[in-house]
């Protein structure tokens, strides 16, 4: 899969979206190239890490489409830079664009441990599996240096509360001692992530997320004590990494994934003009082909946004993929249901003193 990026004068290398598209919630309108504004220097184009204050951490999921109902964000945008993100739709409430800011300008939530713990003492919380994160990586590059997401999970532990973890980054084997701990007690799973075998793919795609060996890798360790693993072939982008189902299938199962699962592309909101972008200018030869077919999988749209269809797609390419999966769950992965998350410690450990039987 040849590309012409490295011809490209204009093209922002380790950042995925090339340009800033506007926030509808902008009173003036200033264009949408990143290089309008500055000099044509990488450099300028740096991170910044931005101090938020939420009232509150754990949010409520109304998506059916999402297997668990709570979830945790210890970040607002993401410096990985995947260009499919459907979070990057979230950035505009906060006032920055969905595209460039959106892994440039990253909101750092340093209250959530916090937080989380008042609403894990709270009376009427009931324990349910929370997932981290839900939205944009727990484990972006930020997490190395404020270590949020290691706060949480201490926290997780200490007051035996089930959690979910989803990540394309293998930072998270740094904290494999606290997620050792809550596999014990049966509060842990976690889902890794993966959308293509080819380095030069995900380079592009997805520029400053872990590499395929160090996912591949990722997958093995965590599996090795214990801890359920799922792949997630998320998102399977038809005409761009679809051929490769199976393949990412066979070597997940071989790390040792117990699980696979998938969704596919959807390019809601601002997300549709950045990736148009990003193809045309990365892969301009099967751009129209890659935009046809994810229209063809939503029903001539490039969104989708109906529970029960927008996250698999329909048509005849997405029962084709459908198939794939399900062959690759026979063949390669034991894809036993897991054991639910355990809900019935936290009531005895909602105190910082345990209740004597």
């Known amino acids: 899969m040849e590309s012409n990026i490295q011809q490209s004068p204009n ?11 506007a926030s509808r919630f902008d009173k003036y309108i200033y264009d949408a190239d990143p290089f309008a504004y500055m000099e044509r220097e990488q450099s300028q184009v740096k991170t910044q890490y931005i101090d938020a204050h939420p009232k509150s951490i ?49 909101l750092i939530k340093k209250s959530a441990p916090e937080l989380l713990i008042k609403k894990l003492k709270s009376k009427k919380w009931q324990a349910r599996p929370i997932m981290l994160s839900g939205n944009t990586d727990c484990y972006q590059p930020a997490e190395k240096e404020y270590k949020i997401t290691r706060e949480l999970l201490k926290i997780f532990l200490r ?16 904290d494999l001692d606290i997620i050792s701990e809550l596999q014990k007690y049966n509060l842990v799973h976690v889902a890794i992530s993966m959308t293509t075998l080819s380095e030069e793919l995900r380079k592009f795609m997805e520029p400053r997320t872990a590499t395929v060996a160090q996912r591949l890798k990722t997958i093995e360790m965590l599996s090795k004590v214990g801890v359920p693993v799922r792949c997630m072939i998320a998102p399977i982008i038809p005409g761009l990494n679809d051929h490769e189902v199976l393949a990412i299938a066979k070597k997940a199962g071989e790390a040792g994934a117990s699980r696979l699962g ?96």
């Open 11 to 21: 093209f922002l290398k380790g950042r995925g979206a090339q340009i800033n598209p």
């Open 58 to 106: 754990v949010n409520k999921v109304e998506s059916p489409d999402i297997p668990m109902d709570f979830s945790i964000n210890p970040y607002q945008g993401c410096e990985h830079g995947c260009i499919y993100c459907y979070a990057r739709n979230t950035h505009p409430f906060w006032g920055y664009s969905a595209g460039l800011e959106f892994e440039q300008k990253i």
């Open 159 to 174: 007051y035996r509360h089930p959690v979910g973890i989803i990540t394309k980054n293998s930072l998270i084997l740094r």
């Open 262 to 357: 998938s969704t596919m592309i959807r390019l809601n909101g601002d997300v549709a003009q950045i990736f148009e972008d990003w193809i045309k200018k990365v892969y301009p030869d099967r751009a129209e082909k890659v935009m046809n077919k994810i229209k063809e999988v939503h029903g001539g749209q490039l969104s989708d946004s109906r529970f029960g269809t927008r996250m698999k797609g329909e048509g005849s390419i997405a029962e084709i993929i459908e198939q794939q999966m399900d062959f690759a769950r026979r063949r390669y992965l034991d894809d036993k249901e897991y054991t639910p998350l355990n809900c019935d410690l936290h009531e005895d450990f909602k105190s910082d003193q345990l209740k004597l039987f």
